[in-house]
């Protein structure tokens, strides 16, 4: 069995005195796909803000890769190799999908503004190393038919698959994915839940995801934990978590959004 790639240890999230996430606790192996479930409200969104070091934790202790990090910040999490997407889509619509691509890289430049603004020997390079990377993430997520298609003109799909590339193209090795499939027809989710299949697969990354289908949980991932206000009523296999009556208590027996 791996090893775990992630530690959740006794993690609390508080807003104006409201617990988000309470004392939670758990692990997450090395190439696994672990599945966040759990009710409208449930913690699962903040969780990944924690991960990712958007909200700084009350409580507890996060291991990343053997390091141990009571506060990590959006920068030091994405430099560690912890990429993430949103609810949302966080795209720049009147930008191409080749630049959307390379703003994921950002945070990873390491030539200055003047060394870009003059063409540098050293700017040229690591510019053309991107591009690189990107043309790969484009052949990987079959998006490059589309690669000078302004995003704003993609359909839906199309968009959330960017995101999706967006966030592999800096090659995390922990990848967090914020529903990556709502909004989605049947068709739709059917594609992305191969993509991710095929990151997880063929690019050896672990990925954490929130998902309301059971269907698409049940078929694609090795590993559940179920939240329900903030606490974690289940964590299993999933024919182990859908066998736990606390989870069917608080989520698979009741309806959802």
Do not use: W
Request: glycine share 10%; aromatic share 6%; charged share 25%.
């Amino acid at each position: 069995m791996s090893q775990a790639i992630l530690q959740v240890r006794d993690i609390s999230l508080s807003f104006k005195g409201v617990k988000a996430i309470n004392a939670l606790s758990f692990d997450v192996r090395r190439g696994e796909i672990c599945a966040l479930i759990g009710p409208n409200g449930a913690g699962k969104s903040s969780l990944l803000n924690v991960l990712n070091g958007v909200y700084r934790f009350d409580a507890g202790e996060i291991v990343f890769d053997q390091q141990h990090f009571q506060r990590i910040d959006p920068l030091g999490a994405a430099r560690r190799g912890i990429g993430r997407t949103f609810q949302n889509n966080a795209l720049f619509k009147k930008m191409s999908v080749l630049d959307n691509l390379l703003t994921g890289l950002s945070r990873h430049m390491r030539t200055t503004f003047i060394e870009q603004a003059l063409h540098l020997p050293r700017a040229r390079r690591e510019a053309e190393a991107f591009r690189a990377r990107a043309q790969g993430i484009l052949e990987f997520l079959d998006l490059q038919a589309h690669r000078e298609v302004l995003v704003g003109n993609l359909s839906y799909g199309l968009q959330k698959r960017v995101e999706l590339g967006r966030a592999l193209i800096a090659g995390p090795s922990l990848l967090l994915l914020d529903e990556p499939m709502a909004g989605m027809n049947a068709d739709e989710k059917r594609e992305m839940a191969r993509f991710v299949a095929d990151v997880n697969r063929d690019l050896g990354t672990t990925v954490v995801l929130i998902e309301h289908d059971m269907g698409v949980v049940m078929g694609l991932s090795d590993h559940v934990v179920v939240l329900d206000y903030g606490r974690k009523v289940g964590d299993g296999t999933p024919a182990e978590v859908q066998a736990n009556p606390d989870v069917i208590a608080a989520y698979l027996g009741v309806a959802h959004g």
